[in-house]
């Protein structure tokens, strides 16, 4: 009797066992979708989730037996978070390989210094990391960044210009803490100094600076021009956000000059018609400019005008008299030449 009884359960586990390894092989059928997708993880996702949208997409069959062959492979252990290119057609064994050696992609991106927020976020869009939309909408509202946007009307002047890598989708707001902590680390031992209010006006002179340098020595000699003029109530008069109004406001193509009637438009941007700094920045700037804005240099200058186009240096003058004549001077060149 016992004998039967061993007999019957022998056969009982063996076709058991071999039901298990027919599952297995129905199972793990390559998938449906054909074609590679980009899929994307986000960050502390349970390897649970992450299995049933492979499977929402038709990436895998199976999330279970995906997961069992993975943790057979990897341990517990979620994916890294980011966008991966996953190949259509693959086996559940064969899309658990994978990405125990897969690792995300990412875009190589420089923002150069002086670009504004909108066209940081065509760039962002172009090389797929986030749509110019999203971005955008972040920038307009900072506190959803939490701490790093809080008191802030917009991330303008502080998406910090250097190169970065990115995921390909990667969330807006992450996109955007990026920039800002870079910001924040790269100003720390000015800010530190600052109140907030204080600060925020060093960022827009920052920031208008950026737009009227072109050699580094000369940052801090406009710096100083603009801080001199504003502390004795002059208007700044810079060309610079005639050209924000024209281009980011007004939505029109660059000018390639700044003529007297630009300088009329009614903005709160146009220092030529209001006295003080504009209410926000006019771009994001680099460490050379706002190192100048922080630290200007001790002169008496309150005017620059162009002295050599081709090489972006200025004349710099204390009073009117000295500034028209550089003025006619650079006007004469430039008529030779023509």
Not at 6 to 31: H, K, M, Q, T, Y
Request: proline share 6%; glycine share 8%.
């Amino acid at each position: 009797m016992i004998q039967k009884l061993l007999l019957v359960g022998g056969i009982a586990v063996g076709l058991a066992a071999i039901g298990g390894f027919s599952w297995v092989l129905w199972e793990d059928r390559p998938a449906e979708a054909s074609q590679t997708q980009l899929f994307r993880v986000p960050g502390g996702e349970a390897l649970a989730v992450t299995a049933e949208r492979l499977s929402d997409r038709r990436l895998i069959r199976n999330p279970v037996l995906f997961r069992w062959v993975y943790q057979i492979l990897e341990g517990d252990g979620a994916f890294p978070a980011g966008t991966y290119s996953v190949p259509g057609g693959l086996s559940g064994h064969e899309a658990a390989a994978y990405f125990r050696h897969a690792k995300p992609l990412q875009v190589r991106i420089t923002v150069p210094e002086g670009w504004t927020a909108s066209k940081i976020a065509r760039l962002l869009e172009e090389k797929q990391v986030v749509s110019a939309k999203e971005f955008l909408a972040v920038v307009s509202h900072p506190e959803t960044l939490g701490n790093l946007g809080q008191g802030l009307a917009t991330l303008e002047g502080r998406l910090f210009p250097d190169t970065y890598q990115f995921s390909l989708a990667t969330p807006a707001v992450d996109v955007a803490k990026t920039f800002v902590q870079t910001f924040q680390e790269r100003t720390a031992k000015w800010a530190g100094q600052l109140s907030p209010e204080d600060l925020n006006r060093k960022i827009v002179l920052a920031s208008i600076v950026e737009r009227e340098y072109r050699v580094n020595e000369e940052a801090p000699l406009i710096a100083s021009v603009f801080q001199n003029r504003l502390d004795k109530g002059i208007a700044l008069g810079s060309c610079a956000t005639i050209e924000y109004i024209l281009t980011e406001i007004q939505g029109r193509p660059h000018p390639k000059r700044v003529y007297f009637v630009y300088t009329q438009i009614p903005s709160p941007y146009n220092t030529y018609l209001n006295r003080g700094l504009p209410p926000g920045p006019i771009s994001n700037p680099g460490l050379a400019s706002l190192r100048a804005a922080f630290e200007p240099a001790k002169t008496d200058y309150l005017y620059f005008v162009v002295a050599d186009a081709s090489r972006g240096t200025h004349q710099f003058s204390s009073n009117w008299s000295q500034h028209e004549k550089a003025r006619e001077a650079y006007l004469n060149s430039f008529v030779s030449k023509g």
